[in-house]
């Protein structure tokens, strides 16, 4: 137990120091939350009677929708594509890293993503005059089971569908974006007409959505968000199980290529 | 002690049968050179001894015993293909690997620069390895498969692709691992290679080992003490006075070739080619290139009276 700790630290490690490497994805995923936040933070300022709620009622979509579904969905495709593409995944198979020990570091890398990426949406929040009410705790347990459940579902994507760094966006985008819409990760929920809506009850994203909106917005306690958290836990179970069915899949392929 | 051991490999891909009962055994220090042509399974070798691949029968043995989480802590690959980080530096990746061959702190460490040393990396080892050389990259492709110090080596086509000086200095390397005792597999199908690295070498053909043995030791395998490479006017004149003469020929890539019994000089066999219009003649030992093209005839082109024409 003890090894695969330590070789997912080194894998996520080495993820890390490669992002760091690899400027311009750093850069993207830096810029992209922070545009968006300013973005929604000005356009529901009217509505919100200042840039403060604005910003406390935007940060929670931005932070999970724009800023970790970029980074903790499309993030392991590509880090198993370039494994993939660089062959070095067969390096790998033929190490004594265990698959497990690869799994969990590809998710530490992209917590520790998330964390980054947290940082900077609230650091913006309380910029605006904005803040988040509810406790911090709670609210980092939502962005660590939202973070696995996408990391899940990367591992899905990457390894059924992505033999290339083309192949890995097209999915992505096909199945995520509408998932983001339908989130109330950009506008609230409220807008949608009645079939979208029942549709939003079984999204993922409008529950990480809903439950961190709560938390931070609202300053509800765990007792409030329950259903949201059981429906996220359920689901980051669930896409764990399918990125490493769809893993152990692509490892037997890539074993016989 | 024997270190590798493959006996009675067979993988079949569909209906392609690749391996037809693969039998070698490496011993400790020993190079071993497995060498064949592109697609005899030299890969398919290495990657069911990897356990990349579950061969359909036989087995693939690492000192003694199946491979397992704790063999491969100490058997290292350098595969055919660079697998590195690209963004990373030298060190890094060396760092990295180490890491997941389960050294930790200062061992880890010192380890690495030990290898920085060993494979002489230092003026690269804080350079990205996507600014290397195909060369530099492929010394590090090397030095990552020793990074935690194994006892058993397996190189796929180690020196694929690089030039002299390259080549030359990755083989010193290798023969500098078999003397510290560490045992090396490696595949190639360029014979200089075998020649100079290897103790035994066994030529793969059609899935099987045709020869094996030592350098020195297949050359008697060649029914000839010499070879003389023949260009003349009329081939088939060529091919009648050897025929009278008892002297088995050859065509190696359409070269027609006479393989001596004896060792012999030019003038000698000018004479004894007597009434054949000879345009040019080369007196040649023989080497692993011809031990290599007599186990790889194709089994239609080898006559019973040894003379050869197809």
Known sequence: MATILWDSLGVAQ???LELRRNRRLLIFWILFPTLMLLLFGWIYA?????????FTWTAPGILLGAAMFFSCLSGPVSVIVGERERRTLRRLLRSPLAGSAYFLGVVWAHVAVAAGQGGIVYGLTYAFGGGFRGSLLLGAAIVLVSAVSYVGLGFY?????????EDATGPVAAVGV???VLGGTFFSVDMLPGFLFALTQVNPIYHMNMALKAVARDGVGIRAISTHLLFLGLFAAASLALGTRAYRRMLHLERAD | MTMITL??????FGSRRVLRGLYLTVGEGEVYGLLGNNGAGKSTAINILTGLLQADAGEALVAGGPLTPATRTWTGVAPQEIALYPHLTCRENLLFFAGVYHLRGSARRRRVDDVIRIMELGDHASTPVAALSGGWQRRLNLAVAIVHGPRVLILDEPTAGLDIQTRHNLWASIRRFAREGTSVLLTTHMLDEAEILCDRVGILHAGRIVREGTVDGLWQSVPAAELAEVEAEDDEALLARARSLRIPTRRYGGQLTLLLPSPTTLAALVQRLDGVAVRSLRLRPIGLTQVFLEATRPEEVRLEDGVEVG
């Open chain 1, 14 to 16: 080495r993820i890390l």
């Open chain 1, 46 to 54: 009217d509505g919100f009677g200042g840039l403060g709620p604005s």
């Open chain 1, 157 to 165: 994507f990457g390894a059924r569908f992505a033999r290339n760094t």
């Open chain 1, 178 to 180: 509408p998932l983001l």
């Open chain 2, 7 to 12: 006996r009675g490999l067979e993988m079949s």
